[in-house]
């Protein structure tokens, strides 16, 4: 297990000055090789105003994001989590436009839904008592497209079968960046349950 302590952020000065807790997010890294090829497919939008996600910040999100006073409490909640769900295999199925057809946010890449991935999910989303009424769509978002996504999806189709797949042996604790900046921040990395056999 990693753990790092990320620095706080000051508002103000003096009497008047606040800390603002991080913003946190549980995930699961992709493999560096996976984030490469994936990032790969979305260089296609690099002459459209979009905003493409580097290899290193790809991740898919199991719990959305809230701001965190406490992050050893928040790491020693996850490894609870954590202890009690197995590894398993990532699939990746698809790459294409979402969450909407006919409005586009997104180019992501779509996995398949799991046993193991709903239960380790659904396990992150008590322990730390969020709700997310959304269906659950597993996914990894390559690019952030503007207000412009239909005409980018209608000038640059992408509709293709993937068959990429890697062992997910832990889940992470990620610090979204400051508002205006890039990057994402792995501040705990913490292992499942190994797999019988």
């Given at each position: 297990m990693s753990v790092t302590e990320p620095p706080e952020e000051?508002?103000?000065?003096?009497?008047?000055?606040?800390?603002?807790?991080?913003?946190?997010?549980?995930?699961?890294?992709?493999a560096p090789e996976i984030a490469q090829t994936l990032a790969e497919h979305g260089r296609v939008l690099e002459r459209f105003p979009v905003r493409l996600i580097a290899p290193a910040d790809i991740h898919l999100t199991l719990v959305p994001p809230w701001n965190e006073a406490s992050i050893p409490q928040t790491v020693e909640r996850l490894r609870r989590v954590a202890s009690q769900c197995r590894s398993f295999t990532l699939a990746f199925e698809h790459i294409g436009y979402g969450p909407e057809d006919?409005?586009?946010?997104?180019?992501?890449?779509?996995?398949?839904?799991?046993?193991?991935?709903?239960?380790?999910?659904?396990?992150?989303?008590?322990?730390?008592?969020?709700?997310?009424?959304?269906?659950?769509?597993?996914?990894?978002?390559?690019?952030?497209?503007?207000?412009?996504?239909?005409?980018?999806?209608r000038k640059c189709p992408i509709n293709q079968a993937l068959a990429l797949a890697q062992r997910v042996e832990s889940v992470e604790l990620m610090q979204s960046p400051p508002p205006g900046e890039i990057g994402y921040t792995v501040l705990a990395s913490l292992p499942l349950r190994a797999t019988a056999g």
């Amino acid at each position: 297990m990693s753990v790092t302590e990320p620095p706080e952020e000051i508002r103000g000065t003096g009497e008047a000055a606040t800390v603002r807790p991080p913003r946190v997010f549980v995930a699961l890294k992709i493999a560096p090789e996976i984030a490469q090829t994936l990032a790969e497919h979305g260089r296609v939008l690099e002459r459209f105003p979009v905003r493409l996600i580097a290899p290193a910040d790809i991740h898919l999100t199991l719990v959305p994001p809230w701001n965190e006073a406490s992050i050893p409490q928040t790491v020693e909640r996850l490894r609870r989590v954590a202890s009690q769900c197995r590894s398993f295999t990532l699939a990746f199925e698809h790459i294409g436009y979402g969450p909407e057809d006919r409005f586009p946010r997104l180019l992501w890449a779509s996995c398949a839904e799991s046993e193991p991935l709903a239960a380790l999910r659904a396990a992150l989303l008590a322990e730390f008592g969020q709700t997310d009424e959304r269906p659950f769509r597993p996914h990894v978002t390559l690019a952030r497209l503007r207000n412009n996504g239909r005409s980018i999806a209608r000038k640059c189709p992408i509709n293709q079968a993937l068959a990429l797949a890697q062992r997910v042996e832990s889940v992470e604790l990620m610090q979204s960046p400051p508002p205006g900046e890039i990057g994402y921040t792995v501040l705990a990395s913490l292992p499942l349950r190994a797999t019988a056999g």
